[in-house]
């Protein structure tokens, strides 16, 4: 059972740059895809990106293209999402995901662990 632990996020104005990062403790942590999802308040949870576990497949929703990247490094239980041309609609807690099929994280939007999330908030 992984231990997912976001961190990275925090506050910044409209158009700047955040990092956020998630280590987890699986032993075989590329046997894992892994996603990102986020929370505004108010609203249901929302798939946001998506990578498998070779790190060769990735997928984003569309409010996101060409803004966020998703990366990992399997040699350090990482996977990160970058996050450029922040806009305050990007407003969330951001929840690192873990399954072993990467279909359910990105086309059922289902997962069988999450992390406690990190909060993200642009000013504008």
């Given at each position: 059972?992984p231990?997912?632990?976001e961190?990275?996020?925090?506050?910044?104005?409209?158009?700047?740059?955040?990092?956020?990062?998630c280590t987890?403790?699986?032993?075989t942590?590329?046997?894992?895809?892994?996603?990102?999802?986020?929370?505004?308040?108010g609203?249901?949870?929302?798939?946001?990106?998506?990578?498998?576990?070779?790190?060769?497949k990735?997928?984003?929703t569309?409010?996101?293209?060409?803004?966020?990247?998703?990366?990992?490094?399997?040699?350090?239980?990482?996977?990160?999402?970058?996050?450029?041309?922040?806009?305050?609609?990007?407003?969330?807690?951001?929840?690192?995901?873990?399954?072993?099929?990467?279909?359910?994280?990105?086309?059922?939007?289902?997962?069988?662990?999450?992390?406690?999330?990190?909060?993200?908030?642009?000013?504008?």
């Amino acid at each position: 059972q992984p231990q997912l632990v976001e961190s990275g996020g925090g506050l910044v104005q409209a158009g700047g740059s955040l990092r956020l990062s998630c280590t987890s403790s699986a032993r075989t942590f590329d046997a894992w895809a892994m996603g990102w999802f986020r929370q505004a308040p108010g609203y249901r949870r929302e798939f946001v990106s998506a990578i498998s576990g070779n790190g060769l497949k990735k997928y984003y929703t569309d409010s996101v293209k060409g803004r966020f990247t998703i990366s990992r490094d399997n040699a350090k239980n990482t996977v990160h999402l970058q996050m450029d041309t922040l806009k305050p609609e990007d407003t969330a807690v951001y929840y690192c995901t873990a399954d072993p099929a990467l279909d359910r994280i990105r086309i059922s939007h289902e997962y069988s662990y999450s992390g406690q999330g990190t909060q993200v908030t642009v000013s504008s």
